[in-house]
């Protein structure tokens, strides 16, 4: 696994341990804060000698010979990495591995350079890690500005909601529809930005998020060919073949807010190395770059999957939250905040008179009500359109009890027939 670099051996190779591994020099003395701010260094019995090395060697560790089979040196990427020096022993099998895996990890915590705490961080949660590239003017020092951080930032957040949509469901657009699950799934992600703020890292954890990650894998390389096939050819269909991968108009405006402003982006994913790289992924997978000359085909793209996604019929489930209509008698608009039916917070629906009455009589005792219409795309699904069939729906005592609180907590937001603001 890892290629060894010729450094004087610390010892005889037959030797059963390493005394003299006690003795490598700290970043920082005992009763020193470490900069590591997790809950403490992870518990080094349930630490795998593998994966420390793994993580190790992707974060640019350097390993500076060992006995092999035994035990590695490693040493911090970078100039200034003074004395600082791990004992990683390779296998369980080596006699004193718990007390060398736990000096390792001590010193992990103490180090003061980004990749020991990444390294951490993939130790205490086991995580696919996703890496953003921007290409940008350099500011003083080699820091980016606050507004090149905040870019980047967000472009990484909205790709990573575009593959959690992307799993809960395929669609060239998605608009309100399962948002609320999808940011749910990525409340477990850690984030760590590079040095120089031109880079930033996610760890998506392995447990909770590994389909998003295999979905917004497998989309960042459709949507890559899909912007070579336009390039080359002029023409659109491979992006409707790649809603399939997982590419829709989200994941597009994700990747115009990467690119715009900068000369160039990239976007890497290292598997879990205590989970292996997913069935049908290339182990150690090629970044995928983008650049300024993508951004008309990712806008136009964008744009046919907005105007193409068809409307959805559903079947509602809500509690009215808001009523208004122009006049005493006529048509009105309700707003309903969705219990089934559809994967959105809040819709609203145009009623007739009718309808209309029999949503406000079931507002003011406390029922929800069904209602048959068509979840239409524009406005993102927020807009239920031929509006139909209904309704009060028959609830449980307790309930309807917190429906009567809710209702009569709000009597600001209840607008009956008179008109009032929107």
Same mark, same amino acid.
């Given at each position: ?28 003395? *005992? ?77 992990? #915590? ?36 606050? !507004? ?7 472009? #990484? ?43 930033? !890292? ?35 269909? #491979? ?68 105007? *193409? ?114």
């Amino acid at each position: 696994m890892h290629r060894p670099i010729d450094d004087p051996a610390p010892g005889p190779a037959g030797s059963p341990s390493v005394p003299h591994a006690r003795q490598a020099p700290l970043p920082f003395p *005992d009763g020193v804060p470490a900069p590591w701010y997790g809950s403490g260094a992870p518990d080094p019995a349930l630490v795998d000698p593998l994966v420390l090395g793994a993580l190790l060697h992707r974060h640019g560790w350097r390993r500076r010979g060992g006995a092999a089979g035994r035990y590695a040196r490693w040493t911090p990427p970078g100039p200034g990495a003074g004395g600082t020096s791990l004992l990683v022993p390779e296998s369980r099998e080596f006699p004193d591995c718990e007390d060398l895996l736990g000096e390792a990890l001590t010193a992990l #915590a103490r180090s003061a350079a980004p990749s020991a705490r990444e390294v951490l961080v993939g130790l205490a949660v086991p995580s696919d890690e996703f890496r953003w590239w921007r290409d940008v003017p350099h500011g003083p020092s080699g820091a980016a500005s606050w !507004t090149v951080q905040e870019q980047l930032r967000s472009a #990484a957040r909205q790709l990573l909601l575009a593959g959690a949509l992307a799993v809960r469901g395929r669609a060239g657009y998605h608009g309100a529809r399962r948002r609320r699950q999808a940011q749910a799934v990525l409340e477990g992600v850690l984030v760590g930005p590079a040095p120089g703020g031109r880079g930033l !890292t996610a760890f998506v954890p392995v447990d909770t998020g590994r389909s998003v990650a295999v979905r917004l894998h497998h989309a960042l390389y459709a949507a890559r060919e899909a912007i070579d096939y336009q390039r080359a050819t002029g023409g659109m269909d #491979a992006f409707d073949a790649a809603v399939a991968a997982g590419v829709s108009r989200e994941l597009t405006e994700a990747l115009v807010a990467l690119v715009r402003g900068a000369e160039g982006a990239r976007v890497a994913v290292a598997w879990s190395p205590s989970a292996g790289a997913p069935e049908g992924c290339a182990a150690r997978p090629e970044p995928v770059e983008f650049s300024p000359g993508d951004l008309p085909a990712l806008r136009a793209a964008g744009a046919r999957y907005l105007r *193409d996604e068809p409307s959805v019929p559903v079947r509602v489930t809500g509690t009215v939250v808001r009523m208004r209509r122009s006049g005493t008698r006529g048509a009105g608009t309700v707003r309903l905040r969705v219990l089934a039916g559809a994967e959105v917070p809040h819709v609203r629906a145009v009623l007739d008179e009718e309808s209309y009455r029999t949503a406000g009589h079931a507002h003011l005792v406390g029922l929800p009500i069904r209602v048959v219409g068509r979840l239409e795309s524009r406005g993102g699904f927020r807009r239920l359109s031929d509006a139909t069939d209904v309704v009060p729906v028959q609830v449980d005592e307790a309930e309807r009890d917190r429906l009567m609180k809710s209702l009569h907590e709000n009597l600001d937001f209840f607008e009956e027939a008179c008109g009032g603001g929107d």
